[in-house]
């Protein structure tokens, strides 16, 4: 993987949060799914660093950065991005996220629509009922009590390669995340405000439900009737449904990278 050309960790919203920056151009925020960090985009980093700024980021107790005594929240994460962006000098930046990073870029653009360019959200639901029955069953049994058995899959082996304390933190990784995403929210009356140009990507047999992606479109305003010969009957947000990806292969496919540069540098 691409090497990064400066890390840190920035003072932001009372938290310290870890980041990393790849290549040089107009700054790209890129935010990793749950149990995830930085590195789990592999080649997609390296294809969106050829002519942009990537900024990495490990969200709250994931990666590098700690748990902290606060609530994990979309919102509070979504502040922690915000004062990063303003850290690094920026006064915009184009967000991207996925999963649970596309769930904080997707609140960026809700709560702090002044700091964010353009958004890219992968494989991200506007509410919890976004997900397959399937997936909802699996993210209940999230918590204090999965952290051990967690432990035989790649993501652990990834976490642990980085956090100074895994066994500990990997314990409280769990106990926030299970919070989160066993927390209901719906959004669907706050995305028709997202004022930004937004791109939504989702795989066909992803673990958001194509049905969902569709109205997370509509929401938007987008697929509202014909584009019209000139394309004057479109708005400025797209719906890009990539085929044969799944939730587990989205996020290091080429076709991500593709799809976000094409949307990125359409400005």
Same mark, same amino acid.
């Given at each position: 993987?691409?090497a =990064?050309?400066?890390?840190?960790?920035?003072?932001?919203?009372?938290?310290?949060?870890?980041?990393?920056?790849?290549?040089?151009?107009?700054?790209?925020?890129? %935010?990793?799914?749950?149990?995830?960090?930085?590195?789990?985009?592999?080649?997609?980093?390296?294809?969106?660093?050829?002519?942009?700024?990537?900024?990495?980021? *490990?969200?709250?107790?994931?990666?590098r950065?700690?748990a902290? *005594?606060?609530?994990?929240?979309?919102?509070?994460?979504?502040?922690?991005?915000?004062?990063?962006?303003?850290?690094?000098?920026?006064?915009?930046?184009?967000?991207?996220?996925?999963?649970?990073?596309?769930?904080?870029?997707?609140?960026?653009?809700? *709560?702090?629509?002044?700091?964010?360019?353009?958004?890219v959200?992968?494989s991200?639901?506007?509410?919890?009922?976004?997900?397959? #029955?399937?997936?909802?069953?699996?993210?209940?049994?999230?918590?204090?009590?999965?952290?051990?058995?967690?432990?035989?899959t790649?993501?652990?082996?990834?976490?642990?390669?980085?956090?100074?304390?895994? #066994?500990?933190?990997?314990?409280?990784?769990? $106990?926030?995340?299970?919070?989160?995403?066993?927390?209901?929210?719906?959004?669907?009356?706050?995305?028709?405000?997202?004022?930004?140009?937004?791109?939504l990507v989702?795989?066909?047999? *992803?673990?958001?439900?194509?049905?969902?992606?569709?109205?997370?479109?509509?929401?938007?305003g987008?697929?509202?009737? #014909?584009?019209?010969?000139?394309g =004057?009957?479109?708005?400025?947000?797209r719906?890009?449904?990539?085929?044969?990806?799944?939730?587990?292969s989205?996020?290091?496919?080429?076709? %991500?990278?593709?799809?976000?540069?094409?949307? $990125?540098?359409?400005?």
């Open positions: 993987m691409l =990064s050309t400066k890390s840190g960790y920035a003072p932001v919203n009372g938290v310290e949060v870890y980041y990393a920056i790849y290549g040089k151009g107009d700054p790209i925020v890129l %935010l990793h799914g749950g149990f995830g960090q930085i590195e789990m985009f592999g080649p997609v980093i390296g294809m969106l660093a050829e002519n942009h700024t990537v900024i990495g980021v *490990d969200l709250q107790a994931h990666g950065t700690a902290h *005594d606060r609530p994990m929240t979309f919102e509070n994460m979504a502040t922690d991005i915000a004062e990063l962006i303003r850290y690094l000098g920026y006064d915009k930046a184009d967000v991207m996220g996925y999963s649970t990073g596309g769930q904080v870029a997707a609140r960026v653009g809700i *709560d702090h629509p002044e700091v964010v360019d353009r958004l959200l992968a991200t639901p506007f509410s919890n009922t976004g997900w397959h #029955d399937y997936n909802l069953q699996g993210m209940a049994m999230i918590g204090e009590a999965s952290a051990e058995g967690m432990k035989q790649p993501m652990y082996a990834a976490f642990a390669a980085v956090n100074p304390d895994p #066994d500990n933190n990997w314990v409280k990784l769990n $106990i926030q995340q299970g919070k989160l995403v066993n927390t209901p929210y719906d959004w669907s009356a706050e995305v028709p405000g997202i004022k930004v140009p937004t791109l989702v795989g066909d047999w *992803d673990s958001v439900r194509i049905a969902h992606a569709v109205k997370f479109f509509e929401l938007l987008g697929g509202a009737q #014909d584009a019209q010969w000139d =004057s009957g479109m708005n400025q947000n719906l890009a449904v990539l085929p044969g990806e799944t939730h587990y989205i996020f290091m496919s080429p076709r %991500l990278a593709e799809a976000a540069l094409g949307f $990125i540098d359409a400005k």
